[in-house]
Nanobody, 127 residues
């Protein structure tokens, strides 16, 4: 069964940090560009960050640039999102998505382009 499983969400105070993990099973994530997306209550899903197959290319939404860092460990079939200096507006369900690509240097922040999705992990930033 092909699936992505997110973990690491929770409640954190403003200014705090969390590290999200996206573990793939049933397929080799090394052949996929992976993105982290988030959806706040009443809002559309938006791309937060993405990483290419090789990890050489990353991209970030302006709202998270300088605070979030995406990385991957293909040997562990896992992609990570380190989130620092969290703000209340970062509160959302965070999803990872994967898209099969032939190029090792592209990634995508558009949610419609993903082949597989996880079920999400909730991040709440509140004092």
């Amino acid at each position: 069964q092909l699936q992505l499983v997110e973990s690491g969400g929770g409640l954190v105070q403003p200014g705090g940090s969390l590290r999200l993990s996206c573990a793939a099973s049933g397929f080799t994530v090394a052949y996929y560009a992976v993105g982290w997306f988030r959806q706040a209550p009443g809002k559309e899903r938006e791309g937060a960050s993405c990483i290419s197959r090789t990890g050489d290319t990353t991209s970030y939404a302006d709202s998270v640039k300088g605070r979030f860092t995406i990385s991957r460990d293909n040997a562990k079939n896992t992609v990570y999102l380190q989130m620092n200096n969290l703000k209340p507006e970062d509160t959302a369900v965070y999803y990872c998505g994967a898209r099969a690509v032939s190029s090792g240097s592209v990634c995508y922040l558009a949610s419609y382009s993903m082949d597989y999705w996880g079920k999400g992990t909730l991040v709440t930033v509140s004092s």
